[in-house]
T-cell receptor, first 109, second 118 residues
Framework: GENVEQHPSTLSVQEGDSAVIKCTYS??????FPWYKQELGKGPQLIID?????GEKKDQRIAVTLNKTAKHFSLHITETQPEDSAVYFC????????FGKGTHLIIQP | GAVVSQHPSRVICKSGTSVKIECRSL??????MFWYRQFPKQSLMLMAT?????????EQGVEKDKFLINHASLTLSTLTVTSAHPEDSSFYIC??????????????FGPGTRLLVL
């Protein structure tokens, strides 16, 4: 089955700086890579996703890049704000979702 | 946008009792719903896949007799934790797939249910 590794487990950045979270996957058949933001006590919310036929996707301050050859994908958040503080999960899928272990992003004022 | 609700949001029960959690798709029909369990500071672990009108498919290590899943309609799936014990205390999250759209990106997550077994 699919295995998704996510790093780092905790990331602390100064407000206004950029944050990068990286994931690798094992199954080359996976073709869909979403990123979820989860706030304390809430369900995960999809923030951005990318399909395997695209190398990069951007939505305002958030971008995702995908390297199919290396089987890794990354989340980039620019100009971080306090409300970006949360746990972020990557996932890989061909049909069902396999999640990474999550990254606790802390934005320091 | 697509909305998935869960009820209750929090439940406390005594050890040995059963607890039912509902997952509803509010503005779309879902032929497939997924149940996840999340322990503190951990990732989401898929427990089972629920298909409308048929038996659920359970992941390895998940006891089907303990976690009963019913998906009787296109908008409702229920998870019943039978004879709950303290180790079943967790955050249970459902997601639903829109039957009119294909692809895994059409999974919408509910807000979760916090279960505490005393």
């Amino acid at each position: 089955g699919e295995n998704v590794e996510q790093h780092p487990s905790t990331l602390s950045v100064q407000e206004g700086d950029s944050a990068v979270i990286k994931c690798t996957y094992s199954d080359s058949a996976s073709n869909y890579f979403p990123w979820y933001k989860q706030e304390l006590g809430k369900g995960p919310q999809l923030i951005i996703d990318i399909r395997s036929n695209v190398g990069e996707k951007k939505d305002q301050r958030i971008a995702v890049t995908l390297n199919k050859t290396a089987k890794h994908f990354s989340l980039h958040i620019t100009e971080t704000q306090p409300e970006d503080s949360a746990v972020y999960f990557c996932a890989a899928s061909m049909w069902g979702l396999t999640f990474g272990k999550g990254t606790h992003l802390i934005i320091q004022p | 946008g697509a909305v998935v609700s869960q009820h209750p949001s929090r439940v406390i029960c005594k050890s040995g009792t059963s607890v039912k959690i509902e997952c509803r798709s509010l503005d779309f029909q879902a032929t497939t719903m997924f149940w996840y369990r999340q322990f503190p500071k951990q990732s989401l672990m898929l427990m089972a896949t629920s298909n409308e009108g048929s038996k659920a498919t359970y992941e390895q290590g998940v006891e089907k007799d303990k976690f009963l899943i019913n998906h009787a309609s296109l908008t409702l799936s229920t998870l019943t934790v039978t004879s709950a014990h303290p180790e079943d205390s967790s955050f249970y999250i459902c997601s639903a797939r829109d039957r009119l759209r294909i692809g895994p990106e059409t999974q919408y997550f509910g807000p979760g249910t916090r279960l505490l077994v005393l």
